[in-house]
């Protein structure tokens, strides 16, 4: 089996939102309860990219196998440096190294882009080959939040794990903005806001 990965170009969006259809439909990888038209993933795919983000896939013998990428964390210009990543696998491929190479090549190339830190939001603690993945690529666990989402029927908890990036929080970013700027910038703070 011949595995290769490679920016996702439009022509992969079919594949992608069938793939995410069953994701949505049938697991608990993600909390959405409707599955998104193509338009609608081409749209969050342009986002993704607009955000200086990668979006990868990877193709097995030439044919679709899966897709991964990264966006922001959170939105507050604190966590600019911090990415969540996104990765699915089509089932019958499972196991065949598939979501470690996305997930290599998504960890190497936002390094590139001097991303600090990445977050993997994992939808149900139970999902050992999720951990396992990420416990193999060098993400701890940070956390488990107890029944956060709830889907097919069932409330889930939702556990986080993250590992450093290039430097991760040894060194400030080459990017960061001048201290007086910061400290004039206003944010508008709903009650709680992080």
Known sequence: MEIRVRDAVDADFDAITALYAHEVAHDVATYEYDAPDAVEMRRRWQAVRDAGCPWLVA??????????????????????WTVESTVYVVHALHGHGIGRLLMQHLIDDCTRR????????????????????????????????PGLGRKHGRWLDTLQMQRALGDGAGSPPDDEPAAAAVAGATEERPTGGR
Do not use: C, K, W
Not at 126 to 135: F, Q, T
């Open 114 to 145: 001097d991303f600090r830190q990445m977050v993997a939001v994992i939808g149900e603690p139970a999902n050992a080959p999720s951990v396992r993945l990420h416990e193999r690529l060098g993400f701890t666990t940070i956390g488990i939040f």
């Open 59 to 80: 193709e097995s013998d030439g044919r679709f196998a899966g897709y991964a990428y990264a966006g922001g964390y959170r939105s507050r210009i604190g966590y600019r």
